[in-house]
């Protein structure tokens, strides 16, 4: 076999609750998943779900700090529930999705709303309104054994101590099992996959040096600050 032309990547891993490196594999994101924050984005909430991706670098673990990204003035959060697959497969049926699920976490889908309006009008990919550097903050994985499955209870995120994202993990148009069904039959999920599953209302705006700290009930925490 031929040698590498340089050094391979690192390899992007989460910690994991109680010990061990989650590796991930690719991140998949859930649009409009909690019905007031479709409302709030002027959607319709009876569309299906659709989905895009960030790149596994993009993943930000350990509460470390990210850097305010070029390219917009219009940074915002969303708190989200993210979804961290153990075992592949395609076209899983509704009743297996929990087999597939190793844990859970809290994670942050950073966005450059200025660039997503942007893309949204000229019917262009959303790619660097999402998938920009740094641009996926995530807390330690909760493994299944031990928590609810699938977790049942608040989400939130505030903002240099003030709430500003509220809402509940019932509230998902799309829950947990339904999502990562119908993402089994548009790709072969594999182990290392996150799909992080849409937000609830009150995403807003950051700047540098706030502070991000958002919790989902019984899964655990994501905090960043922006620099
Ligand atoms: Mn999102």
């Known amino acids: 076999m031929a040698d590498l032309v340089f050094a391979a990547p690192p390899i992007v891993t989460?910690?994991?609750?109680?010990?061990?490196?989650?590796?991930v594999r690719r991140v998949f994101c859930v649009g409009r998943n909690y019905p007031e924050h479709v409302r709030e984005m002027g959607n319709d909430e009876r569309d299906p779900p659709f989905f895009f991706t960030k790149p596994a670098d993009a993943v930000v673990s350990g509460?470390?700090?990210?850097?305010?990204?070029?390219?917009?003035?219009?940074?915002?959060?969303?708190?989200?529930l993210v979804v961290a697959i153990g075992r592949g497969g395609r076209d899983i049926a509704l009743e297996a999705a929990p087999e597939h699920i190793f844990g859970y976490a809290?994670?942050?889908?950073?966005?450059?709303?200025?660039?997503?309006?942007?893309?949204?009008?000229?019917?262009?990919?959303w790619d660097m309104a999402k998938g920009f550097d740094f641009s996926a903050p995530i807390g330690d994985i909760a493994p299944v054994a031990g928590i609810a499955h699938p977790?049942?209870?608040?989400?939130?995120?505030?903002?240099?101590?003030?709430?500003?994202?509220?809402?509940m993990l019932s509230e998902m148009i799309w829950d947990v099992h339904?999502?990562?069904?119908?993402?089994?039959?548009?790709?072969?999920?594999?182990?290392?996959?996150?799909?992080?599953?849409?937000?609830?209302?009150?995403?807003?705006?950051?700047?540098?040096g706030d502070l991000l700290e958002g919790r989902v009930e019984g899964v655990g925490s994501v905090r960043t600050r922006i620099v």
């Open 151 to 167: 977790p049942d209870g608040a989400i939130a995120l505030d903002v240099n101590g003030v709430g500003k994202q509220r809402g």
């Open 63 to 80: 509460g470390k700090d990210i850097p305010y990204p070029p390219g917009t003035s219009d940074l915002q959060h969303e708190i989200e």
């Open 106 to 125: 809290a994670g942050i889908d950073m966005t450059r709303r200025d660039l997503q309006s942007l893309a949204k009008k000229a019917g262009r990919p």
């Open 178 to 208: 339904s999502v990562l069904t119908y993402l089994s039959r548009l790709v072969a999920l594999a182990p290392g996959d996150l799909i992080m599953t849409g937000t609830p209302a009150g995403v807003g705006a950051v700047e540098r």
């Open 14 to 23: 989460i910690p994991v609750t109680g010990g061990g490196l989650f590796p």
